[in-house]
């Protein structure tokens, strides 16, 4: 299973969403209204399946003091790769 | 414990900040308003006052992991189980332990026991935010050390 398929699963379990509303290209807040509180269930599940911890603070304060956009990281594509970087740093630090 | 001003801890028994574990004891006090509406001649502490109770327990673990720095907000409570009633004059003891800490927010296990046997335990989730005051921040501090919590490394 790719880690877009994975974690689109999660949404679509977590937040009530039809799996086929869920693409690559989805803004999390814009196109799947996903709130906070949700987006913290759908954090968990991600950080437990993968075994990572997702840095919202800190993408959250990138986007607040303008040195990254919402898309940059709340769009499906680029969380995805996101995702998979943090997989790939844990692995090489073993 | 004072089930009217949500003073749930009566005090810490054992902060384990290695094992990521706090355990705490309280006692159900024998009269309480919440009992006359709860069940009237029949009283019960209410199952989301046991949910409290667990989220207390485990904000002080919370706290004192983060050094006080920061405060956890009751977000979210998975699978909590009430699994016997808990009258007045009860003794129990509050178990929490960190589950997963993760950006912004952790998930804890707690359970509850009253003489050896599970009142209730659940999954739950906080927010980690910044104290709304200086003032919030002492009050909790202060808490804490009256429940026989060390606050600062």
Redesign the interface.
């Known amino acids: 299973m790719s880690t877009f398929d994975a974690v689109a699963d999660i949404i679509a379990e977590t937040c009530n969403i039809e799996r086929d509303k869920i693409k690559p290209e989805s803004n999390v807040i814009d196109d799947l209204n996903i709130d906070s509180l949700d987006f913290l269930d759908v954090t968990f599940a991600i950080d437990h399946k993968f075994g990572i911890k997702l840095p919202v603070e800190r993408w959250t304060e990138e986007i607040g003091e303008g040195k990254a956009k919402v898309e940059d990281y709340f769009v499906l594509g680029n969380l995805v790769v996101a995702i998979d970087r943090l997989v790939e740093a844990k692995k090489a630090a073993g | 414990m004072r089930l009217e001003y949500f003073e749930m801890i009566d005090r810490v028994v054992a902060y384990d900040e290695a094992g990521r574990t706090i355990r705490c004891e309280s006692k159900i006090p024998q009269t309480s308003p919440v009992f006359e509406g709860h069940f009237p001649g029949h009283p019960l502490v209410p199952g989301v006052l046991l949910i409290e109770t667990m989220a207390q327990a485990s904000g002080y673990l919370a706290l004192g992991l983060n050094q006080f720095a920061k405060m956890p907000f009751l977000?979210?409570v998975r699978e909590a189980k009430m699994r016997t009633f808990t009258p007045p004059g009860a003794p129990i003891v509050v178990s929490a332990t960190l589950e997963?800490?993760?950006?912004?927010?952790v998930?804890t296990r707690a359970q509850i026991e009253t003489e050896g046997k599970r009142v209730c335990d659940g999954e739950l989730?906080f927010?980690i935010l910044p104290f709304p005051s200086e003032e919030f921040s002492a009050m909790m501090r202060a808490q804490a050390v009256r429940l026989g919590m060390q606050t600062s490394p």
Not at chain 2, 100 to 105: K, L, Q, T, V
């Open positions: 977000a979210g997963h800490e993760g950006s912004g927010y998930v989730m927010r």
